[in-house]
């Protein structure tokens, strides 16, 4: 509809003013203070503010006999349109606030808050008395004389005006100096820039944006606050965990955010157009279409109080922000700028060129692929990057601790459990972890079934430790801690300090972690900590390890993906072995197998070399009475021999068909192990 002229069709009224004295509006946020008329007229009068009320409410069936005599001039009832407009206005001021209303019959002085029409005389659109114990306290008069009061409905002007009228009726002034009578109207008002429809439905001034063709169907973000103070929030609206769904791509919308509890989501994933995404308390998010070719402006905000933990972008070059919550922020398509704020924060900037800030505290960023499917540069002084053929992820200012794809993820926090594994390979081994003793050993301490400061016995006593060492004295221990620490000779003070304590019963191992978990040597070794601890996805290993003894083959990086999230989603390595053997591939390379031709292809494939007699005719056997083929592969898929073999492709990334291995280049099993790796023999 055409926007309504300006003083004829706006929403004009007299608002008789109640007196009564002075409220403690001073100390409230000055957005609500601007609502709150003197006196703080209310439903719940009987209580303190802040308590629930219900109201009961009624449609005129004819002028009230105390109605004065503009009240009655041209009355006549709402019709069946007007009434169901308003009944679904009220809904929408229950719905944030703890008033309800109960529709009552008209007769004697009818409801609480009565509602009919009259003859404004072109004056006004509607007038409303505030709440009050005399019988016209709360009524509502639109007037029957503008075209636009006809057919109310969502998003027109008639419609604005009902939800405006009932913002009165419960208690609630213009923000500005005016009102049907012009100016003289009760302070405090709000700042010119926010006295619009943008933040307050009580405003008479429109949303500032040119062409935006739509009204406000509901109380708008700082209503919502002046209606929860008066009556108390709802906290019974949606409580689970839900989505708003915000699709509309074709017409302008305004939409305020409000929800009572759970996990919830602002999804403006279906929109084409860039969005800015504010999940903050309080701001304001720009999601669709203006309705006039343009985009929509600041027409999505979230309700002070409101907890939105949640969002996706469209398929456009969107900006998210997040907020003090563990958001989890997805970007999908298109160039996105995504940032967490304060909090655990999970970024997904999906395709495209991204920009990502983790803010404050450990943050993760999702990558859907394979490490080795992506160039990665993780340094300590310049911003990290990730880039595929979609684009360049850029993270801004070391502000993500953890980089996750789908076959593991690099550690870049200093205080993880993956740093102090670091730093005691350094004190004890002096050399970097391997990628798979260091997930090992992370794996035991985050589990629970070690603690730190038994795992440094694992390295103390490891093969590796003694061979270089032997079994060092006192003096011998702690000059190979200041060697492999400090990287000096121990001082003779320094010396006598620590060897006394050993000798007067401190544990060698408390004097490791005294030396690797040190300010100094954290400082020391943050440089190599800052490009990244690999910790390897056991899902997607068992996967590749699966494509090996079944096609003999790496993994290409889509079939990677696919069969890992099925595992994290709860599928089993047995159904999947079964995809695996039943598959085209496998089919065309092996064809039908009987159980000794089975047996002999795992032999060659897991173990690289042909089956012993009598391990083919036990394995035979077992399958000829009954043993699955599945339960078959995934035993000799997992065996210690063929996850220890398999290491070096796997454990430091999952290399990949096509990258690391091109078609018909089969390779041969049986390759040298993964360097010295002392982890796997005393994990085992
Ligand atoms: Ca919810
Ligand atoms: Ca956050
Ligand atoms: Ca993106
Ligand atoms: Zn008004």
């Not at 084409?272 to 504010?278: E, K, L, N, Q, S």
């Not at 400090?486 to 408390?510: F, H, I, V, Y």
């Not at 599945?630 to 430091?652: C, L, M, P, Y």
């Amino acid at each position: 509809m055409a926007a309504p002229q300006k003083g004829l069709t706006e929403s004009m009224e007299h608002v008789p003013v109640a007196s009564a004295d002075v409220s403690g509006a001073d100390a409230l946020p000055y957005y609500i203070a601007a609502l709150l008329p003197s006196g703080t007229p209310r439903w719940n009068d009987q209580s303190s503010i802040g308590s629930p009320a219900n109201v009961t409410f009624s449609f005129m069936t004819e002028s009230p006999a105390y109605a004065w005599f503009d009240d009655s001039f041209g009355f006549a009832p709402m019709s069946g349109v007007q009434q169901a407009a308003v009944r679904a206005a009220l809904a929408a001021w229950s719905e944030v606030a703890n008033i309800t209303f109960r529709e009552v019959s008209d007769a004697g002085d009818g409801g609480e808050i009565r509602f009919g029409t009259n003859n404004q005389n072109g004056t006004s659109g509607g007038y409303t008395y505030f709440p009050n114990s005399d019988p016209s306290g709360g009524d509502v008069y639109i007037a029957n004389d503008q075209a636009s009061n006809k057919n109310p409905e969502p998003g027109n002007w008639g419609y604005h005006t009902l939800v405006h009228e009932i913002g009165h009726a419960i208690g609630l002034k213009h923000p500005g100096d005016y009102d049907a009578h012009g100016g003289g109207a009760e302070g405090p008002f709000l700042p010119a820039a926010e006295d619009n429809q943008q933040f307050t439905t009580m405003s008479y001034t429109t949303q500032p944006w040119a062409n935006y063709g739509t009204y406000g169907v509901a109380p708008a973000l700082y209503d919502v606050a002046a209606i929860q103070y008066l009556y108390g929030a709802n906290l019974k609206t949606r409580p689970g965990d839900d989505v708003y769904q915000l699709s509309n791509t074709e017409t302008a919308f305004t939409k305020v955010i409000w929800d009572g509890a759970g996990s919830d989501t602002l999804d403006a994933g279906a929109q084409t157009r860039g969005a800015t995404i504010d999940l903050q308390q309080g701001a304001f998010s720009s999601i669709g279409t203006n309705g006039a070719g343009g985009a929509a402006v600041n027409n999505v905000s979230i309700a002070y109080g409101a907890s939105i933990g949640n969002a996706n972008g469209g398929s456009g070059s969107d900006k998210i922000t997040g907020n003090a919550l563990a958001n989890r922020l997805n970007g999908g398509a298109g160039d996105d700028t995504i940032s967490g704020l304060t909090g655990m924060d999970t970024l997904d900037g999906g395709s495209g060129s991204d920009v990502l800030d983790g803010g404050e505290e450990s943050d993760s960023a999702l990558w859907t692929g394979p490490r080795h499917a992506y160039s990665i540069s993780l340094k300590a002084n310049a911003d990290d990057t990730v880039a595929d053929s979609s684009g360049t992820d850029r993270i801004i200012g070391n502000s993500i601790e953890h980089f996750v794809f789908v076959d593991g993820e690099f550690v870049t926090d200093t205080a993880s459990t993956a740093a102090q594994v670091y730093r005691l390979y350094d004190a004890t081994l002096d050399r970097a972890p391997d990628a798979g003793g260091l997930k090992n050993w992370v794996e035991s301490i985050d589990s629970g079934s070690m603690t730190l400061n038994q795992t440094v016995a694992g390295f103390t006593g490891s093969s590796e430790f003694t061979g270089r060492y032997g079994n060092p004295d006192d003096t011998g221990f702690v000059t190979l801690l200041y060697r492999n620490v400090l990287g000096r000779e121990p001082d003779a003070p320094g010396m006598q300090t620590w060897t006394s304590a050993l000798a007067g019963g401190k544990s060698r191992s408390d004097l490791v972690l005294d030396f690797s978990e040190s300010g100094e040597n954290i400082g020391l070794t943050s440089p190599g900590v800052e490009q990244g601890l690999w910790l390897r996805d056991d899902a997607a290993a068992q996967v590749a390890r699966l494509y090996h003894t079944t096609l003999n083959r790496l993994p290409d990086a889509e079939g990677l993906v696919t069969w890992t999230n099925a595992l994290h989603n709860g599928d089993t390595l047995l159904r999947i072995s079964d995809q695996f053997t039943g598959s085209p591939e496998f089919v065309e390379r092996y064809g039908a197998l009987d159980s000794a031709g089975f047996t002999t292809l795992l032999y060659n494939n897991v173990l690289g070399r042909q089956p012993d007699s009598s391990g083919l005719a036990a394995w035979t056997a077992s399958m000829d009475s009954g043993t699955r083929r599945a339960e078959v592969v995934v035993g000799f898929s997992e065996s210690a021999e063929h996850q220890s073999q398999r290491a070096a492709f796997i454990d430091d990334g999952v290399m990949l068909y096509g990258q690391n291995q091109s078609a018909g280049q089969v390779e041969t099993a049986g390759l040298a192990l993964s360097g010295s790796n002392p982890d796997w023999l005393f994990n085992a």
